[in-house]
């Protein structure tokens, strides 16, 4: 079936499949970046370069917060790229802010911020819920089995983008098609390039109208609200940056989070018994299944010593957000999903001025999400041996391909 997914025909290509394959243990680290060897270590790459994994909390942070290191990995060559640092520039684009460094990133994103208000978070949230209740109840009208991640996990938080940009209904099968072949890692290269560039043609006819029609929606605040006003390539390469960061991390972290609160009756039956523990459990899972997997990475612009090692200018460095998240010195028993554990600073939405602009929205779908499954699906079980799930582990972002369930 198809999986929605980001960059991935490089991962296998680029990174020893000791720090990409997760081995026995789903939820946990891949062998290959587990204790050992230092905070920060070369990680000698399958085309020849060397990168640095960073896998200490604190290295992780300094990393994210310092202005030595360069997001813009395609005027910095990034040794993780598999294209020539002339193909990388001519890729450059004008609103995807997530690959700028300050000042022209802050410009984008206070233009973002701007809209993630509360009352629209609000909003969101009862559309959120509505959504998760109609697909919940289409799960149960059809029978007592369904496979989550198409049922479930994918749809919801991409028709939460379809409101925050403001799609309207009659568009959203065209959008959620083009979504699934443009991101699927499934698809041809060739099918995967036309459904872009049919995404691209969608988010430019989705710009125009709102710049003519403007509704209560994000997008068309930022078309209309942001001063400087941006141009019509930012906002539609900022509408697909949102999407792009917003609908496969939500929708593994649904998958996935599902699945290991399966796989930890103790914690899944606390946490029905206790609906107040939903924050924490939400948090726990974040830092517990980090699906950013190796996704965050940085160049140095300079030489900078780090946890001890000397790296050159030019160095790529790549955060070990799994490993971050389970140090020693942060958490006790880190690799124990602990929903009560008290709640303490975790990685899963990076660090810095990049730090994941849309968490508030990210926890409030899992909240809803998780708690609507739970409540309304009285005895949610797997359908199938916990080793027979198929994992989605050559993806950046990790996750569950398919999660067959079944209930009472
Ligand atoms: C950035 C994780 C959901 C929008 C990031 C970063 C991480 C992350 C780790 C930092 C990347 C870096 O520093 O290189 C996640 C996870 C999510 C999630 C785990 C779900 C559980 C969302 C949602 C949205 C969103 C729902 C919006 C609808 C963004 C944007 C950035 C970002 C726009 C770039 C921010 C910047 O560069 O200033 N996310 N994210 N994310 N995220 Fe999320």
Redesign the pocket.
């Known amino acids: 079936g198809k999986s929605a997914g980001v960059s991935t025909a490089g991962m296998r290509r680029i990174l020893p499949p000791d720090v990409v394959e997760r081995g026995r243990d789903p939820f946990g680290p891949p062998p290959g970046l587990r204790g050992g060897g230092g905070p920060v270590r070369p990680l000698e790459l399958l085309n020849g370069a060397t990168a640095w994994l960073v896998t200490g909390f604190d290295e992780a942070r300094t990393v ?1 917060a310092d202005a030595r290191f360069s ?1 813009d990995k395609l005027r910095h060559h990034d040794a993780t790229s598999l294209r020539p640092p002339q193909a990388q520039v001519a890729e450059r684009t004008d609103g995807a ?2 690959f700028m460094d300050p000042p022209e ?1 802050t410009r984008l ?1 206070r233009a ?1 911020t701007g809209q993630f208000t509360v009352r629209r978070m609000r909003q969101l949230e009862s559309r959120v819920r509505e959504i998760a209740v109609e697909h919940v109840e289409a799960m149960r009208a059809a029978g007592t089995r369904a496979d989550l991640v198409p049922a479930f996990a994918l749809p919801l ?1 991409s028709l939460v ?1 379809c409101e ?1 940009l403001g799609v309207d209904y009659a568009d959203r099968a065209e959008f959620q098609e083009r979504t699934a072949v443009g991101l699927s890692a499934s698809s041809t290269p060739q099918e995967q390039l036309e459904a872009r560039a049919g995404l691209h043609a969608f988010m430019r006819r989705l710009v125009s109208a709102k710049r003519a029609n403007p509704a209560d929606d994000l997008l068309s605040g930022l078309v209309h609200d942001a001063d400087p006003p941006l141009t019509d390539t930012q906002l539609v390469d900022v509408a697909l ?2 999407l792009t ?2 609908h496969e ?2 929708a593994n ?1 649904l998958g996935l989070g599902t699945f290991a609160l399966l796989e930890h009756p103790d914690q899944l039956a606390a946490l029905r018994a206790e609906p107040g523990l939903m924050d924490g459990a939400v948090e726990e899972l ?1 830092r517990f299944l980090s ?2 997997q190796l ?2 990475s940085r160049v140095a612009t300079e030489p900078v010593t780090l946890g001890g090692v000397d790296l050159p200018a030019g160095a790529t460095v790549v955060i070990a ?1 799994p490993e971050a998240n389970r140090d020693p010195r942060h958490w006790p028993g880190p690799g124990t999903l602990d929903l009560r554990r008290a709640r303490t600073p975790h990685l ?3 660090h ?8 508030q ?2 926890r409030i ?2 909240r809803i999400g998780l708690g609507e499954l739970l409540s309304r699906l009285p005895g949610l079980r797997l359908a199938v041996p916990a080793e027979q799930v198929p994992v989605r582990d050559d993806m950046l972002v990790f996750g569950v391909r398919s999660l067959p369930v079944t209930w009472s």
């Open positions: 994210l997001a802010f997530v990133h994103r973002l938080p983008i925050l940056l949102l960061a917003g991390t939500t972290m974040l699906i950013i996704g965050v957000t899963a939405f990076g810095g001025v990049h730090q994941c602009l849309g968490q929205l990210a779908e899992l």
